[in-house]
């Protein structure tokens, strides 16, 4: 199937430590969205990319996507405590039907 | 989302017995959809509905069947558990997408299920 890969899978940060995670796909992608899960909760649209090379910010969360539009990342910088979740990011696959497949997710644990 | 309501939050039952989970929106959309989720597996789309009339396998429906009983109604159910369908399920709801945009998709508090 059309999967996108997100690594990594897990990442420990000393808290204000940043933190990257990836999302990258073989096939060119119509758009990309971003999840945020809580431990123990559901997960959280956060935003969607949608435009080659495309930069949003949301405070100290940076997403991008690349200029081929097979990939696109999320980067923490200054992670908190606040920060602890499952990230997962959604791609549409090919076609005109709008459901999304979600990678596996990045775990990160933040330590004070 | 509170606007995303599911029953039950959890549920423990023995292998072979028939399961229900219920999802009603508040949101007024559309479309509707039944994730599982398993530990390092993601969400994997089970069924999804975009309107009353219309009903969807996605990548995992074997052993699942679902009913949309209304626009904010969307049920799944388990004709005989097995220990392996055990995990969190979870409901979604969202608009159309337009182009090459998708609508962000809005998930309710889940459902553990158990399966002995």
């Known amino acids: 199937g059309q999967q996108v890969m997100q690594i990594p899978q897990y990442q420990h940060v000393q808290e204000g430590e940043d933190f990257t995670t990836y999302c990258n796909s073989s096939?060119?992608?119509?758009?990309i969205q971003w999840y945020k899960q809580r431990p123990g909760g559901h997960p959280v649209f956060l935003i969607q990319l949608v435009k080659s090379g495309e930069v949003k910010k949301q405070k100290r969360l940076t997403f991008q996507f690349g200029e081929a539009k097979k990939n696109s990342s999320l980067h923490i910088t200054a992670t908190q405590t606040t920060d602890v979740g499952t990230y997962f990011c959604?791609?549409?696959?090919?076609?005109?039907?709008?459901?999304?497949?979600f990678g596996k997710g990045t775990l990160l644990t933040v330590n004070p | 989302d509170a606007d995303v309501t599911q029953t039950p939050r959890n549920r423990i039952t023995k292998t072979g017995k028939r399961i229900m989970l219920e999802c009603s929106q508040t949101k007024g959309h559309d479309r509707m959809y039944w994730y599982r989720q398993d530990p390092g597996l993601g969400l994997r789309l089970i069924y999804y509905?975009?309107?009353?009339?219309?009903?969807n396998k996605g990548e995992i429906s074997d052993g699942y069947s679902v009913s949309r009983q209304a626009q904010a109604k969307f049920s799944l159910s388990l004709e005989s558990a097995i220990p392996n369908q055990t995990a969190l399920y979870f409901c979604?709801?969202?608009?159309?997408?337009?182009?090459?945009?998708?609508?962000?998709?809005?998930f309710g508090d889940g459902t553990r299920l158990s399966i002995l």
């Open positions: 979604a709801t969202s608009d159309p997408g337009q182009g090459h945009s998708n609508q962000p998709q809005h």
């Open positions: 096939t060119t992608l119509s758009n």
């Open positions: 509905s975009f309107d009353v009339k219309d009903i």
């Open positions: 959604a791609r549409r696959p090919g076609g005109s039907n709008y459901k999304l497949t």
